[in-house]
Nanobody
Framework: QVQLVESGGGLVQAGGSLRLSCAAS????????VSWFRQVSGKEREFVAA????????DYADSVKGRFTIIRDNAKNTVHLQMNSLKPEDTAVYYC????????????????WGQGTQVTVSS
């Protein structure tokens, strides 16, 4: 069974940077897509970025393009989300998710989720 553990959240000022990590275990991830979603209390979970494990193809939400970068480390079974030029509206709980298939931005398509990590950006 796939297990995902996020780390790296915290409090940062607007304009600053954070790097989130998602450590994956319990499976062979060659055919997987790993994505980051975020959620603000009372709102639906929102797609942020995705990467395919085999080719490293990426996709980003328009709101984070040019500021966030998703990277995979095959040797460590880890996916990182480098977040630069952070804005107060990026404040949310960030979740890592994995699906054995192609990229999708729909949260309901993902069977495996991490526990989430809080990111707070102060103005």
């Amino acid at each position: 069974q796939v297990q995902l553990v996020e780390s790296g959240g915290g409090l940062v000022q607007a304009g600053g940077s954070l790097r989130l990590s998602c450590a994956a275990s319990g499976g062979t991830f060659l055919m997987y897509t790993v994505s980051w979603f975020r959620q603000v209390s009372g709102k639906e979970r929102e797609f942020v970025a995705a990467i395919t494990w085999s080719r490293g193809s990426t996709d980003y939400a328009d709101s984070v393009k040019g500021r966030f970068t998703i990277i995979r480390d095959n040797a460590k079974n880890t996916v990182h989300l480098q977040m630069n030029s952070l804005k107060p509206e990026d404040t949310a709980v960030y979740y890592c998710a994995a699906v054995p298939g192609p990229q999708t931005t729909v949260a309901g398509d993902y069977p495996a989720w991490g526990q989430g990590t809080q990111v707070t950006v102060s103005s």
